[in-house]
């Protein structure tokens, strides 16, 4: 063991790593919109073997999906964009604060699979008996509601007993499936299915050819919010105190639990209102699949956007560009391609974080004997 | 009563198995200060990976049991599975070991590849491999696997509750007892447990942090993966469908916490699980409806663990203090 580290020693590795944080952040940006346009393009190439497509095709075929005939003054298409955009960015930011807070809430899908339900509820078994507006006003209250008590309760016991997040808000998901699964139980035709055309209250209203008018508009006005509440308000000031050192935020008379569970507050209402806006305004029912996993998606999107909704904004737009097109490309094979091509891409821009933190230095080669 | 025992552990075993598999990997993993998320994508890999190795083989033999041969029927699916997840295992621990990429991250990520991996391959290998068969099912390469003792009819309830398994569910015990025996008793355990719990001092001492990381993960990784294929062999007889691994990764993950990093607590936990997946069939007196809320126990037991071992701060019980932390040896 002894002669085996005095034998390493002796080797000087070739190259080593120092940390830096000078890179200017046009550099920066330069790399990791490098990255995910040649892996995208990769992507697009091994579809070409895989589909038998040729790469025109390919990439009309994405831009059809996502632009529809744009040209022509038909929208639908984009705006069915828009708000996968929307429903995505809208658990991204949700995400943000939290995850500005080192709070690594996973549990987006459950708050948000919760808000949705209670926007059903509100929907199906209250729709009709009372005024609409009242309707409204309740959907979105409750949706809120639900959604924050499925993220303050892991934050609650995070605050007081530093109970394990991540792995309490992923239990929380599934058991917020399951009462979906539990509520879709009582459904009268036992179908254990929504049929979205027996829903006839509590939509929210369309805008000419835009039926997501309501979920865009929204998340618009959430992403400056957000914005402004992160980098302007006090209480954004603690959310990041709290993240960097919550020794120093308790020093500075910061209360960190009030912070923890204030912001997980706000976080569950924010997937509430994403529930509330995937069920009130574009799916009209609901089950266990109505999140389909963008609360994971939001993570990514949340961490590779560096926390800033603006930069979030525009890597929800291209991820969900790159998803949306090529479930295009693959439909006739299989489209969970498209999820593994996302994967791929996040998997890449992670890892080109790397070269912007840190840099590689090679060690110059010293003479024998030398020290 | 001795029929209903036998029934509830005779039924709790085979939905155990794979959330065994997934713990243990995951423990392995986590005593190295991994927090592994991608152990749901890499068990879907491990799937996928066996099941293309067997498609292949049985595609070679023409789909006849009788040209099949008993030892490469079952090696060629449990390498290629093995494979598999160990490289899905490389890749999380070069992008979180070399790359210092976040872990929980780049676990997700993994998991959305290995889960779309899965139902790509799931869906398109018979598209790919042009044959005439209209969906994976694997029913001779299945009946390999499920092979068992020939003298179990003989034992009575003895061999029903002891003996009646496939080899994969001694295979995860087995696994599961060493684990625990390496991780406990040996230098290699010690060594591996310093580093995930304060790898700057592990480093100090002269244990090669990155080194124990990477092979922690990828072990890991290998042992989640059999996971997978042991459901697909022999819970769903061989055959593939889409998505039907559901959230089995997940809750092997809430596994690890229920047995406070333990392999053989994972044992005892697992088939506790695998008990409480099937408690709606036990409580059938409360309607339809109810069962789905049965379903929930797994996961509020296991909320309620982690609640309680945080709140009594008993040392033994905490995870390994660097969880989820990357070690860059320059950093303070």
Known sequence: MASEIKNKSKREPLLHIVKRDDMAWWAAWSIRILTILIITFIMCLISVKLTGYSLPVIFEKMFRKVFGMIELGRLKMFWAYLESVAILLCLSLALTPAFKMKFWNCGAEGQALMGGLAAMICMKDIGGKIPEWLLFVLMVVLSIVFGMVWGVLPAIFKAFFNTNETLFTLMMNYIAIQIVKYYLCFLPDGSNKINPETIKHGMFPGLGQNNYFVNIAVVAVLTIVMFIYLKYSKQGYEISVVGESQNTARYIGINVKKVIIRTMLISGALCGVAGLLLVAGADHAVDTNTIGGQGFTAIMMAWLGQFNPFIILFMVFVIKFIELGMVSVYTNLDVSFAEVIVAIIILCVVGCEFFIRYSVKFNHRKKEGTV | ?332
């Open chain 2, 1 to 332: 009563m001795l029929a209903k025992v036998l029934s509830l552990v005779t039924r709790a075993i085979p939905l155990a198995i794979p959330l065994l598999y997934g713990s243990t990997g995951e423990i392995v993993t986590e005593k190295s200060g991994h927090l592994n998320l991608g152990i749901p994508g890499i068990m879907y890999i491990g799937a996928i990976s066996g099941v293309a190795g067997a498609f292949l083989y049985e595609q070679s033999c023409g789909n006849n049991i009788e040209n099949m041969n008993a030892v490469l029927a079952i090696l060629i699916p449990l390498l290629a599975c093995i494979a598999g997840s160990v490289l899905i295992g490389l890749l999380y621990s070069f992008l979180t070991v070399t790359l210092k990429a976040n872990q929980n991250v780049t676990g997700l990520a993994i998991t959305t590849f290995g889960v779309g991996v899965g139902n790509f391959f799931g869906g398109t290998l018979i598209k790919l491999v042009d044959t005439e068969v209209t969906s994976i099912s694997l029913a001779n390469t299945s009946h390999f696997y499920k092979y068992s003792f020939p003298f179990v009819d003989k034992l009575g309830w003895f061999g029903d509750l002891f003996l009646s398994y496939d080899f994969l569910t001694y295979v995860a015990i087995i696994i599961a007892i060493i684990t625990g025996i390496i991780l406990n008793r040996t230098r290699v355990g010690l060594n591996l447990r310093s580093v995930g719990e304060n790898p700057a001092t592990a480093d100090a001492a002269g244990i090669n942090v990155i080194k124990y990381r990477y092979v922690a993960t990828c072990i890991g990784a290998g042992i989640a993966g059999l996971g997978g294929l042991q459901y697909i062999m022999a819970y769903a007889d061989g055959s593939w469908s889409n998505d039907a691994f559901g959230d089995r990764g997940w809750m092997a993950i809430a596994l690890v916490i229920f047995a406070l990093w333990k392999p053989s607590m994972a044992i005892l936990g697992s088939f506790l699980f695998g008990a409480l997946c099937n408690a709606n069939n036990y409580f059938t007196g409360y309607g339809v409806q109810a069962q789905e809320l049965f379903k929930m126990l797994p996961y509020i037991v296991t909320i309620v663990v982690l609640i309680i071992t945080s709140m009594r701060k008993k040392r033994e019980h905490q995870p390994p203090e660097s969880l989820g932390i990357n070690y860059f040896r320059e950093e303070r």
